[in-house]
């Protein structure tokens, strides 16, 4: 075959490729993901991702619900751990202590259980921070369904062997714009890992606050 031909056929295998990309990391996150608490093996950490806060201070819907799939797994002692991980990049916006304050004021989840990453800006983020300064290897991830399978794909690359479970209680107000929105972002998670790493905020280790979040 000529080089134009060669050429062609890999132009065209890439532009596959990238179309394709979206549904692999779907599909390989598909089995890691469950949506009933029975079912969900026992892991010593939860990582809860963080969302939006009302102007009020309280969790959105979204992110209640996630709080709440933590706290009721915490009670069924399929975790021992909840990290809440979000964004704190301004002194009036706190995603961490939001979802802090909701597990224990309005679950009862008790304080010493609960750690607090306020620099889980985004997933990424989340995933790195839990590993690097937490020590985290292996972690239930707890988001809305549509999140789960680029949460799942970035903790693995990112050294954290994980479950998911769904925290999708109820139909949202944007939920089609969460999935579209989505389809790009697993886009910028293959540059994140192979391409251009993105920086994110350290910090000193604090794996001794979790002995065995292994």
Not at 18 to 25: A, K, R
Not at 85 to 107: C, F, H, K, V, W
Not at 188 to 201: G, N, S
Request: with cysteine.
């Amino acid at each position: 075959m000529s080089w134009r031909t060669w050429t062609l056929i890999f132009f065209l295998g890439l532009a596959l490729a990238i179309i394709l990309w979206p549904i692999f990391v779907v599909q390989s996150g598909k089995k890691q993901i469950y949506s009933d608490i029975d079912l969900v093996p026992s892991h010593e950490v939860a990582i809860v991702f963080g969302a939006s806060v009302l102007s009020d201070g309280t969790p959105s819907d979204v992110l209640r619900d996630r709080l709440d799939v933590s706290a009721d797994l915490f009670e069924d002692e399929r975790v021992r751990t909840v990290i809440v991980s979000g964004d704190n990049r301004t002194e009036e916006y706190n995603e961490p202590e939001a979802m802090a304050n909701y597990l224990i004021e309005q679950r009862g989840i008790p304080e010493e259980v609960i750690f607090q990453d306020f620099a889980g800006r985004r997933t990424y983020d989340t995933c790195t921070r839990a590993n690097q300064f937490w020590g985290v290897e292996d972690a239930l991830l707890i988001s809305q369904g549509f999140h789960l399978p680029r949460a799942i794909w970035l903790c693995q690359q990112l050294g954290i062997e994980s479950d998911g479970i769904s925290a999708s209680l109820q139909e949202y107000v944007k939920g089609d714009i969460f999935e579209l929105r989505e389809v790009a972002a697993i886009y910028k998670a293959f540059i994140d890992i192979y391409i251009w790493p993105p920086d994110y905020i350290g910090g000193d280790e604090e794996a001794d606050l979790i002995p065995d979040a292994v």
